[in-house]
């Protein structure tokens, strides 16, 4: 009798995707063309199929989704709201959102076999940007793609601008009378610091007013938040004399992470550091005192890189297009420090 192995070998994929897919659960992740294999060799080799289980549908054309490196982007409250405005956008316009893949699923030659062969998909989103022999053979091999954040003039992007919405920031610290402010980051696929947007818009701010860059203030926390709350423990070792005032995080994220750091060193926020976070998370209002953050619009991001995606499909444009949308700062009590001076000791006024 044929099993869930035997059916796993012939179309080359795992047990549990042979599973998920003849149990018809949801899964954005297998494709339609993997999908009616999986069902071609249940039925050649005789498998068993309860008789709730149909084979699905014809095959509804999608778009899919790949992120940069981190696995668990898909489900980062920055990503996943990109995502919900792609999908949403997709949808009302009668097409699916039929994966969401990083770069690390991009390793797996069967994964990365089924978002170039799959005929149903009309295009990829990529939303930042992944390793360069990876993504030139994805742009050889699909039909058309919408950068998020990407840099490549060759395709259509949206974006915003990323260096002033950090110099922004930065600089509102500096008017809040702060000379010494750490960055909290990473340094993305480059490893170079000097091609990370916020870094660079942390660097012009301080430049601007005649400020020093210190390297021991730059903390490579990798985009994590476990990182973030760890570095920020370590840098608050310091005697308190010697220590910053104020604290600009690449992320909301990394910010709150931070903030429990803080917290736990017995320094109050924003008397002893103020702090600013980036992305405008739901989160960040809700933190105690609420965090000062630059507002991206994510969702609309997702929805402007859904209809950019189909207008190419259907109708393509001339040149490739640069969308820039606005952002906005939300200056709330994290960051509202009023007077200037060193930290005191944990616990003082």
């Given amino acids: 009798m044929p099993t869930l192995k035997d059916i796993a070998e012939r179309v080359g994929v795992s047990i549990s995707t ?16 993997t999908k009616q294999k999986i069902w071609d060799a249940a039925r050649d080799l005789g498998y068993p199929v309860k008789p709730a289980a149909q084979e699905p549908s014809p095959a509804v054309k999608g778009i899919g989704c790949i ?39 991009l390793k797996r030659p069967e994964i990365l076999r089924e978002i170039t062969e799959d005929p149903q998909i009309e295009g990829i989103i990529l939303i930042e940007g992944i ?12 039909k058309q793609i919408v950068g998020i954040d990407v840099s490549d003039p060759s395709i259509p992007t949206i974006s915003y601008d990323r260096v002033e919405a950090a110099r922004l ?69 310091q005697p308190p004399g010697r220590l910053p005032t104020a604290v600009f995080a690449a992320s909301d994220i990394m910010a709150m992470a931070a903030m429990r750091a803080i917290s736990e060193k017995g320094y109050r926020i924003p008397q002893d550091f103020a702090i600013i976070g980036f992305d405008d998370n739901e989160p960040s209002r ?25 207008q190419c499909i259907h109708s393509p444009y001339p040149l490739p297009v640069k969308i820039l949308l606005p952002f906005e700062p939300m200056f709330r009590q994290s960051s509202d420090w009023r007077v200037p001076g060193q930290p005191g000791q944990p616990g003082q006024p």
């Fill in 18 to 33: 042979v599973s998920r897919v003849l149990a018809n659960e949801s899964n954005r992740s297998v494709n339609s063309q």
């Fill in 67 to 105: 992120v940069s490196t981190m696995q668990d982007r898909r489900y980062h409250p920055y990503f996943s709201v990109i995502f919900d405005g792609i999908e949403k956008e997709l949808t009302r316009n009668g097409y699916k959102l039929a994966f969401t893949h990083t770069q690390e699923d």
């Fill in 131 to 142: 390793d360069k022999k990876l993504y030139d053979y994805v742009k050889k091999h699909v």
């Fill in 169 to 237: 920031a930065v600089a509102h610290l500096i008017d809040q009378g702060h000379r010494d402010i750490v960055f909290i980051g990473g340094t993305g696929l480059s490893g170079d610091y000097e091609r990370e947007k916020r870094y660079r818009g942390y660097k012009i701010a301080l430049e601007q007013a005649g400020l020093a860059v210190h390297p021991q203030h730059v903390l490579n926390a990798e985009w994590e938040p476990d990182n973030a709350y760890r570095l920020m423990l370590k840098f608050l070792d």
């Fill in 286 to 310: 809700y933190t105690v005192p609420p965090l000062s953050t630059i507002h991206i619009p994510t969702f609309e991001i997702g929805v402007v890189a859904a209809k950019t995606m189909l």
